[in-house]
């Protein structure tokens, strides 16, 4: 097993060679492999290992079992300590769902701290086919089918290729010493009850169901390939050029017979599970909206807009009459003109009399009851109004910025219209060129 092993990490993992890898090590059979075959490998390692306080006194003797190998091979340790009982209650989750997050909560932070590259976890083929199952039963699409990724960021697997009895008669051959964690002989959980009362017989109706499993697993891989070539292809024929993470063109979507699961496969990512919801968006009526943890998903007249979520400042900024320029929260430019070089039609660009201008300026988020004198325009309009007939959609109007005089007029909808009252003519002596930079 351990040339096998060797072998596999070489063709699958090349990466791995002069990174620093972190083992994530329970003290169960299978992490123990794990840390004997890497010892014996040519790679810098280190151990982490979560003392879940669960088992009382065997909780412990987990942790003493890793510490002391660690030790009597010169392998640096990383060791925690979690009271993962007031961790689920506090968050109003499983032991195990608190476990989780808790251990890749803390592997996180032990990479980032310590220059580490990789965490490798003792994941084996066994685990891959009880997580097939789990999520077979819960319903799932395409993803929730390919068993557990060898590898997933910084996340390295690469004992999925080995079954648990390999794991096993590796460990008996090698003398390595584990701990039994008593909490897998019982059926009470799902995964536990897979592994004892199911697994076994489609091992006894098919003697190499691991093989065929594996098989399964591979033109599965084969498949999300081609689905994820067909979504990115279809994605660029109706996605449209914008500042947002994703606009899409609802008509030319809806030309795809199967638009419902183009969808899905974009979205997937960004945290979204009302899929009915998000399908019905393409009916619904300019600004309605879903949203998830950290994205907000916007139905705007012919388009669906993905953009992360953003807190609305509405901080007010003070321009002094010094200021040559601003870096925050937009970056302006301030330039005397003495010439007449300036692009009239630039958007991010305007020229003003600078003796119209009362300091300090400010730069703030639109009113409602804000209204201006559009250049090229007889009268006042409304900015609501003017945002209305530009066609703004909800996120612009919330990204847009107001310079305003110190009299309490508005000078500019920054990079987009200024105010007539500003402009320049043949009797302006003083002019200012303010340049919006992104």
């Known amino acids: 097993m351990l040339v096998e092993f060797q072998k596999h990490l070489n063709q699958k993992f090349s990466f791995l060679q002069d990174k620093k890898i972190l083992l994530a090590i329970s003290g169960g059979v299978d992490s123990m492999v794990l840390l004997d075959l890497f010892k014996k490998s040519p790679y810098q390692i280190a151990v982490a290992h979560c003392n879940f306080n669960l088992r009382s006194e065997a909780s412990d003797l987990d942790e003493q079992l890793v510490k002391e190998y660690c030790n009597e091979n010169n392998i640096h340790f990383f060791v925690n300590s979690f009271n993962t009982v007031a961790y689920a209650e506090l968050h109003k989750q499983s032991i195990q769902i608190a476990a989780r997050e808790l251990r890749y909560q803390w592997f996180d932070e032990l990479l980032k701290n310590n220059n580490l590259d990789y965490l490798v976890t003792a994941h084996h083929l066994d685990d891959s086919v009880e997580t097939f199952l789990i999520n077979f039963t819960r319903g799932t699409g395409l993803d929730g089918l390919l068993g557990i990724p060898e590898i997933n960021e910084q996340i390295v697997r690469p004992l999925l290729i080995f079954s648990r009895n390999q794991i096993l008669d590796y460990a008996i051959q090698n003398n390595i010493a584990w701990r039994e964690d008593a909490s897998n002989a019982t059926t009470k959980y799902l995964r536990n009850k897979i592994r004892h009362d199911i697994i076994p017989i489609l091992k006894e109706k098919n003697a190499d169901f691991l093989q065929s499993f594996q098989q399964t697993i591979s033109n599965l891989n084969d498949i999300k390939n081609l689905a994820d070539d067909a979504s990115e292809m279809v994605k660029q024929q109706v996605s449209i050029s914008t500042d947002y993470i994703l606009e899409i063109d609802i008509q030319k979507l809806k030309a795809f017979k199967n638009y419902k699961a183009y969808l899905y496969q974009w979205f997937k990512d960004f945290g979204f599970t009302a899929w009915d919801d998000i399908c019905n ?131 500019w909808i920054v990079g987009h219209r200024m105010d007539n009252r500003y402009r320049i003519n043949n009797q302006t002596i003083n002019k200012i060129k303010i340049n919006l930079t992104k």
Do not use: H
């Open 281 to 411: 968006l393409l009916e619904a009526e300019t600004g309605k909206k879903i949203l998830s943890t950290k994205y907000i998903l916007l139905k705007n007249r012919n388009s669906l807009i993905l953009k992360e979520i953003s807190v609305i400042n509405n901080d007010v900024f003070l321009i002094f009459e010094k200021d040559k320029s601003i870096v925050y929260p937009i970056t302006l430019i301030f330039e005397s003109l003495i010439s007449e070089n300036y692009d009239i039609q630039n958007k991010n660009q305007i020229c003003v009399d600078a003796n119209q201008l009362k300091y300090p300026l400010k730069l703030r988020r639109w009113e409602e009851a804000d209204y201006f004198f559009p250049i090229g325009m007889k009268g006042k309009k409304k900015v609501s109004k003017f945002f209305k007939d530009e066609k703004f959609s909800i996120f612009e109007k919330e990204a847009t910025w107001i310079l305003e005089n110190g009299n309490q007029e508005i000078i």
